[in-house]
């Protein structure tokens, strides 16, 4: 059921701390394979840190070895966001000295989460094709439409990519705080299409004062004759056109214009 309300994780001093050093120790390594980052922000929603490496996804909490049930691992919400992505679940053990935070585990610092085996991301990654969940599809519109309303003056409150949450984005300009549900199409020449509950969802972020937008975007992968990879047969052929396209992880992608559009016309 699309909820209107978007609940981020709840920062502490200590858990913003213990981010901030075990999102320094994995930069380093991710701009060394050549990885990227999907979510290094807070507030944190599922994962607390996430990245894609070669056709992997890799979705992270953090836990303080020195109090295990202070209530930073939510393994709930960590399974949402590993079965959406059709990504690898893990956990980075950190610990106090002194007054700063440093990593356990020696390497990218990383557990697998249901094993507890240490985890290395370049010995997970193949060669095999992996098709784009829904959820990747769906983030890959988000993050767009975040980096629109930076480069057109609006500020980030706050975002998420749950497909079953709505707003994804909140975002202030000119004093004015905007909700902005979006919405992506892989089918044909569609662009996504706001939800059924649409009406319900402007009408409680209205009654809070808050606009209500919307973005419906049309995703796919990028056509290169010299990488039949990429080839989108819906593209090029109209008889294709009812076919939802196939999108591979780490393809290059092709979106429609953003067009911002009130939720409820």
């Known amino acids: 059921m699309t909820n209107y309300q978007i609940k981020p994780f709840e920062l502490t001093p ?3 701390a213990c981010w901030m050093a075990a ?3 994995l930069n380093l390594r991710i701009l060394d394979a050549g990885a990227s980052w999907l979510r290094a ?3 944190p929603f599922r994962e607390h840190l ?4 070669g ?3 890799f979705f992270i909490q953090i836990i303080d070895v020195s109090s295990l049930d202070n209530g930073w691992y939510q393994e709930g919400r960590l399974t949402a966001a590993v079965e959406d992505a059709n990504g690898i679940g893990c956990i980075m053990p950190m610990k106090r000295v002194g007054s700063s935070w440093e990593v356990v585990e020696k390497g990218w610092g990383l557990i ?3 094993s507890q085996i240490p985890l290395n991301p370049f010995e997970l990654v193949t060669d095999e094709p992996v098709l784009m969940t829904p959820w990747e599809i769906h983030d890959v519109g988000v993050q767009a439409v975040r980096q629109h309303l930076v480069s057109n003056g609006w500020t980030i409150a706050s975002w ?3 497909l079953h949450v709505d707003p994804s984005i909140f975002a202030h300009k000119n004093g004015k705080l905007c909700g902005f549900v979006v919405r992506n199409s892989n089918k044909g020449p569609d662009k996504g299409e706001r939800p059924e509950n649409a009406a319900r969802i402007a009408e ?3 009654a809070r004062g808050w606009g209500a937008k919307f973005v419906g975007l049309k995703v796919a992968a990028d056509y290169d004759p010299e990488n039949p990879q990429y080839y989108d047969a819906a593209s090029v052929d109209p008889m294709f056109q009812h076919l939802t396209r196939c999108i591979k992880r780490r393809s290059r992608m092709l979106l429609s214009p953003i067009e911002i559009e009130e939720l409820v016309p």
């Not at 996430?50 to 490496?53: D, E, K, Q, R, V």
């Open 50 to 53: 996430s990245f894609a490496l």
């Open 14 to 16: 200590e858990f913003e």
């Open 160 to 162: 998420q990519s749950d």
């Open 112 to 114: 697998d989460w249901k």
């Open 41 to 43: 922000d807070l507030p």
């Open 204 to 206: 409680q972020m209205l």
């Open 55 to 57: 056709n992997q996804l």
């Open 23 to 25: 999102g320094r120790h």
